[in-house]
């Protein structure tokens, strides 16, 4: 490894970013006819238009290790030496679903491999753990994924904020799309208000008081980040935030602003907002990668960013940690981004209401030998994404490669 010079800085960020969602889609408003609801009430009030809807077959190890299958090429594997997995929807207890990806990738062998859960904040502590260490290793690539389900239960008041995807980022010195700056503030809350017992197949939440929260640590936590580091609004160009639905991050916004921006100011900044909200509009809550969609959205639907822009980030996790940090783009990050991925939203499929309800809370059901085979599942066929999950055989879960 090379020596670095006393005092030489070297940058580190993102340099590849891939998102990976499942085939099929529920439109919200069918949603709202299907619990006697007005559409208004998720429409405008979530400002919500879809949710992605996952079967059985692509759980989160699926999911995470499609994301990174479009970004990464060999000499990429050859220099990864650590996979982070950021998820609150483990599917197990003990072994982290980082091994699993790191096996499907062929990551070569010497890279330590694990699992980050603190609610949907998981991600960003990931990214810390990365940063420092390619500080201490310059020539190393650490692997970050974002990868959860998030599932309510149905006709229950979190059912119109469900989402499944995940996020992959490639973070490496002189990174390509973003440096990550050394300026964060973290704040830590013991507080109740999304949990999820070990007994309990959703999680349990206390929706106005996690509202609450998320705005009062936001406004706190920035509050303490412009005095330690001298800033203020002035300073950003953009800013990003944890998206359990849009209009928590409209109302977000809003917060920090309150009158300290003239109104000219201020729809600069909401436009660049409604731009980071596009995906998020038609994925609903990816927990730990709703704030890393936020992201990916603002920069490839954003036409006013140009490298040199500082985008501030806010990471929530209930329970609560939360964390401001921010970004600065890099020159060339476009041409390293997609400007097709609407695409992909245009090309899924869309499912009724029974559908939704008999694919999204299907359960894995094991014989008495632990075994369960969906080679045959006609979701396996339909998928986009590259990796499934094909069976489970004497109670190990086995993946397999379809594109």
């Not at 692997?143 to 996020?167: C, F, H, M, R």
């Not at 390293?336 to 009724?352: E, V």
Request: one cysteine or more.
């Amino acid at each position: 490894m090379k020596i670095k010079e006393i005092g030489e800085k070297i940058k580190i960020g993102i340099d590849k970013i891939g998102f990976a969602m499942p085939k099929y889609f529920l439109d919200i408003r069918d949603l709202a006819i299907g619990r006697n609801e007005n559409a208004n009430k998720f429409v405008k009030g979530l400002m919500q238009s879809e949710m992605s809807i996952a079967p059985v077959t692509e759980d989160i190890v699926a999911l995470g290790a499609s994301a990174a299958e479009q970004i990464l090429d060999e000499e990429d594997k050859k220099n990864i030496e650590m996979v982070i997995v950021g998820t609150e929807s483990g599917i197990d207890q003990s072994k982290a679903s980082a091994v699993f990806i790191h096996n499907l990738l062929e990551i070569q062998p010497f890279a330590r491999c694990i699992e980050i859960k603190e609610a949907c904040y998981g991600a960003t502590a990931a990214l810390n753990f990365a940063k420092n260490y390619i500080e201490q290793n310059e020539n190393a690539s650490v692997l970050v994924i974002a990868s959860d389900i998030a599932k309510y239960g149905i006709n229950t008041p979190g059912e119109s904020t469900q989402g499944a995807g995940s996020i992959a980022m490639l973070i490496k010195k002189e990174p390509r799309i973003a440096v990550i700056n050394d300026e964060s503030i973290c704040q830590t809350r013991d507080i109740m208000d999304f949990w999820r017992p070990n007994y309990s197949d959703f999680p349990i939440v206390d929706g106005h008081f996690s509202t609450k929260q998320y705005l009062d640590c936001l406004t706190t936590t920035f509050e303490e980040y412009t005095k330690r580091y001298n800033q203020d609004l002035s300073d950003f160009d953009a800013f990003c935030f944890h998206l359990p639905f849009p209009k928590l991050g409209l109302k977000a916004i809003n917060s920090i602003f309150a009158k300290k921006v003239e109104k000219e100011e201020k729809n600069k900044f909401l436009e660049k907002f409604h731009a980071s909200i596009i995906y998020g509009k038609r994925v609903g809550n990816i927990y730990t990668g709703s704030l890393y969609l936020s992201l990916l959205s603002l920069l490839e639907n954003c036409d006013n960013l140009k490298a040199g822009d500082k985008i501030g980030m806010y990471s929530y996790g209930s329970g609560a940690v939360c964390e401001f940090f921010n970004l600065t783009l890099a020159d060339g990050f476009k041409s390293h981004l997609r400007n097709d991925r609407l695409n992909d939203f245009d090309n899924r499929k869309q499912l009724s209401i029974k559908e939704y309800e008999d694919m999204f809370f299907e359960k894995i059901i094991l014989n008495e030998e632990g075994n369960c085979d969906f080679s045959n599942n006609r979701f396996i066929q339909e998928s986009d994404n590259a990796f499934v999950l094909e069976k489970v055989e004497n109670h190990k879960r086995i993946y397999k490669k379809i594109k």
